[in-house]
């Protein structure tokens, strides 16, 4: 009776007992588990979630990433702060500034007889002073626009590019000058100094009338 019930609670107290029971001598030590085998990822399968409160360590990025991020990061902050300017120049006003039209030039007696080019780089005029008259010529070619030159020696100017010739007073003479050189609005102001306007000008058109005698186009000595 004893022995049968023995045999029959054996298997189920063996487990336990098999880890209490120290190793026989000269029996095979029992091979340790061995982990599984990694099962094959199908390709598309999701990766399996990670365990809550697992800390996950991420390698750190590389220099030349970091380099390349900042260059990204450079042209974009440049591109958009192209755009902002760009943006505010549209509120600016589109001026354009050019010297003033009208200025002073001095009293009548600051010249002598002749022609003063002392305004031709400011102005681009010449001040023409002859014994009843002072007028002022815009130093321009009537033939292309060019600048002609006071030629002191030969009492004329010259102009460089083609050729033309004007006298004293920037009548046409020689060359392909249509016309003489027009002349600017002169006034004595109230101090008795000598406004010109290069806004106004006074022609004299080929074939027909100067206005060279208009008041305004000279003043009085
Ligand atoms: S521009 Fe003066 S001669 Fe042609």
Redesign the pocket.
């Known amino acids: 009776m004893d022995s049968a019930n023995n045999q029959e609670l054996s298997p189920k107290l063996s487990p336990d007992l098999s880890k209490a029971t120290p190793p026989v001598a000269g029996a095979t030590a029992a091979a340790p588990p061995t982990s599984a085998p990694a099962k094959a990822v199908p390709p598309g399968a999701k990766p399996a979630p990670k365990a809550a409160g697992a800390v996950v360590e991420s390698a750190p990025d590389p220099p030349v990433n970091k380099m390349r991020r900042r260059i990204v990061w450079a042209a974009v902050v440049g591109f958009l702060a192209t755009c902002f300017l760009m943006f505010l120049r549209f509120f600016l006003p589109r001026t354009i500034f050019e010297p003033a039209s009208t200025f002073r030039i001095g009293s009548p007696s600051d010249y002598a007889l002749g022609v003063d080019t002392k305004w031709q780089q400011q102005y681009r005029i010449w001040v023409t002073k002859t014994s009843d008259r002072l007028f002022v010529i815009y130093a321009r ?1 009537t ?4 600048t ?1 030159d006071w030629k002191a020696s030969e009492n004329k100017f010259k ?1 460089p ?4 010739g004007y006298d004293s007073e920037g009548i046409n003479f020689e ?3 249509p016309r003489p050189m027009d002349r600017a609005h002169v006034e004595l102001d109230p101090e008795g100094q000598i406004r010109v306007d290069i806004a106004r000008l006074y022609d004299w058109p080929k074939g027909e009338s100067s206005d060279f005698d208009q008041p305004g186009a000279y003043i009085s000595l």
């Open positions: 070619c033939h292309l626009g060019c002609p102009c590019c083609h050729g033309s060359g392909p000058a």
